[in-house]
């Protein structure tokens, strides 16, 4: 994520008051507001020429002057190849066909390779890696359970080691070699996996290789209070249940463990949430700190003496083990797809985190950016069960970032003329007394009224989101208006992104909220108010005189010279009520009658 020119400057003139009163008439929207929210993000959104773009085809290397990601919550990422080499060919007997006699031996390729997942470390956890569509590592695993420099054996696949991107991770002194990268960094704040040898089979080029990472904010609860920034998965008691075990009760984490036979990791696994009972220790919810299987003699073949080995687990909890004993049992709870982080911490976190986790902004007096606004997105985010995620790719600016989520969550932000602030503005249904403009008798001109009569440029819209519950692929929320289709006796579609979520229940909160710009109908009102007006923002539902319909403020200008204030509004379409309707998310299937 980049930092514009833009940015900065335009981040100085909130600061500055004589700035800002500089010049004739002022227009106060921070963005420049439309009569539609997608058409601000669409511009912000648009691709940008020039850029390197990274598509994750198989190849070698990637091209000088790509963009690392920027990953905030769960996301399924593509790396960036910043380096190959110490390729080895091995030759490997090749499975035969049935009733082969024996295996003809083929040359298998191994190579060593740098793989970038982001550059806003540290990520919290590594759920998955997955290889041309074929999961090959199933997490999840932590800083906790294995610290930046650990390696992960994948057998026939090979082994990686993990750099987590603290700032003071351990010095990477493999790529440091002088016949590798040649440099000895920590590569701070970059979370990447070095594959020590990756098996490319018989072929020289490296598959397609994706990464399911979660990033969590750093340092948003230090702005915002109110809210958490991430909400963990709901839990339900229906996990395996495995007992007797063996206990070695010790305090220090990774020490004390709990031993059962078996391997059961794929069962127990990091950050999994267990149900301890039965047992010498306190009964209740545990948490994994890890697991991991070996491979214990138990005795010895009476008819060969060769040693007799059984498979065992050792669980790992936080906190350690400690007055435990060999008896009871464990059950590990199911996670529903409910978790993710809450957007306004999302916003936070790019805004004020140190760079390059964010853009470092100033938390000082005076700020600019009103923060008892952005509480209150974040707890209408909580009351609306929003949970969100985002991936910034191609070097894709911090103003689309922003763009995004204003678009998802249906806020503008204008300059509070009060405070001089940027200001969060929620468009939702209005309630309580809204301000009127009132028409006097010795007004000089009327508000103008435009409104389109002609057919509507979209009648069904297609929200298309990335849902973790596909594997991450592109899911689609239909919303329409049949009568309007019906009446025209054709239909025209658009295809909207929702890029803040992976989850189906807030995606289909967002498509039911913004599916209002689109099917509703707009009219423009503009009328020169009197210097009273001027303290109206963009965003505030009005009423105004003459007009049966209430009205949202999409803009105000005034001259710093006069008292003429000039507001645009629109009707308030925005603010209508939310349908009843419930956005199913299908699969369940129908049972129908038998054909007769």
Request: some cysteine; overall charge negative; proline content about 6%.
């Amino acid at each position: 994520m980049m930092l514009s020119k833009m940015q900065r400057a335009r981040a100085r003139w909130a600061k500055d008051p004589k700035a800002r009163a500089r010049g004739g008439w002022v227009q106060l929207g921070y963005m420049a507001l439309s009569f539609a929210l997608s058409y601000i993000a669409g511009r912000l959104l648009a691709k940008k020429s020039g850029l390197k773009v990274d598509d994750d085809k198989p190849t070698t290397l990637t091209t000088r002057g790509s963009y690392t990601n920027f990953v905030l919550g769960l996301r399924k990422v593509g790396p960036v190849f910043t380096w190959a080499g110490d390729r080895e060919i091995k030759k490997e007997k090749a499975k035969g066909g049935k009733g082969a006699g024996s295996s003809q031996k083929t040359e298998v390729f191994y190579e060593a390779g740098w793989h970038v997942l982001c550059s806003n470390g540290p990520v919290f956890a590594l759920h998955q890696i997955v290889q041309s569509g074929k999961v090959i590592f199933q997490g999840p695993i932590t800083s906790d359970s294995h610290p930046s420099g650990s390696t992960i054996n994948l057998g026939k696949e090979g082994s990686f080691t993990i750099y987590w991107g603290e700032e003071n991770q351990p010095i990477n002194t493999f790529l440091g070699n002088a016949g590798r990268v040649g440099v000895s960094s920590r590569w701070p704040f970059f979370c990447y996996v070095v594959w020590n040898k990756k098996r490319l089979s018989t072929s020289p080029q490296w598959p397609v290789l994706d990464y399911v990472i979660d990033r969590r904010p750093q340092i948003s609860e230090t702005v915002l209070t109110q809210t958490p920034s991430y909400y963990p998965p709901t839990l339900t008691l229906t996990g395996p249940t495995i007992g007797p075990f063996l206990s070695h009760t010790n305090g220090v984490e990774g020490v004390g463990k709990f031993v059962v036979v078996g391997d059961y990791t794929t069962k127990f696994r990091p950050l999994d949430t267990v149900r301890l009972s039965g047992n010498s220790m306190t009964t209740g919810d545990y948490v994994i700190l890890d697991s991991e299987t070996v491979q214990v003699q138990t005795g010895t073949n009476p008819l060969n003496g060769a040693p007799i080995f059984e498979t065992r687990t050792n669980i790992y909890l936080y906190g350690g083990v400690t007055g435990a004993n060999d008896s009871g049992t464990m059950q590990t709870y199911e996670e529903l797809p409910d978790d993710g982080l809450n957007p306004a911490h999302c916003i936070a976190e790019v805004l004020y985190a140190q760079w390059p986790q964010g853009l470092g902004l100033d938390q000082g007096d005076p700020e600019p950016w009103d923060i008892d606004s952005l509480e209150a997105l974040g707890l209408d985010a909580e009351a609306s069960n929003i949970r969100s995620s985002y991936i910034g790719r191609n070097g894709e600016k911090a103003s689309a970032f922003l763009a995004a989520f204003l678009q998802d969550y249906g806020t503008v932000l204008p300059i509070d003329t009060a405070s001089g602030k940027l200001k969060f503005v929620m468009l939702r249904e209005p309630t309580g007394t809204l301000p009127n403009i009132a028409i006097g008798a010795q007004v000089v001109a009327l508000p103008e009224v435009e409104s389109n009569h002609g057919e509507r440029a979209v009648d069904k819209l297609v929200f298309k989101f990335t849902d973790r519950e596909h594997s991450f692929g592109d899911m689609t929320i239909a919303i329409d208006d049949d009568g309007q289709a019906s009446f025209e006796e054709n239909q025209r579609s658009r295809v909207v992104e929702v890029p803040t979520v992976v989850n189906f229940a807030p995606a289909a909160t967002i498509a039911d909220r913004r599916s209002q710009e689109e099917l509703a109908g707009a009219a423009v009102v503009t009328y020169n108010a009197g210097r009273g007006a001027r303290t109206l923002i963009p965003g505030t539902a009005i009423t105004m005189d003459g007009i049966p319909d209430t009205l949202r403020v999409v803009g105000v200008e005034f001259d710093p010279l006069s008292s003429a204030v000039k507001l645009k509004c629109m009707i308030d379409y925005y603010g209508t009520k939310e349908s009843d309707f419930v956005n199913s998310e299908g699969g369940a299937g129908t049972d129908f009658e038998p054909v007769e």
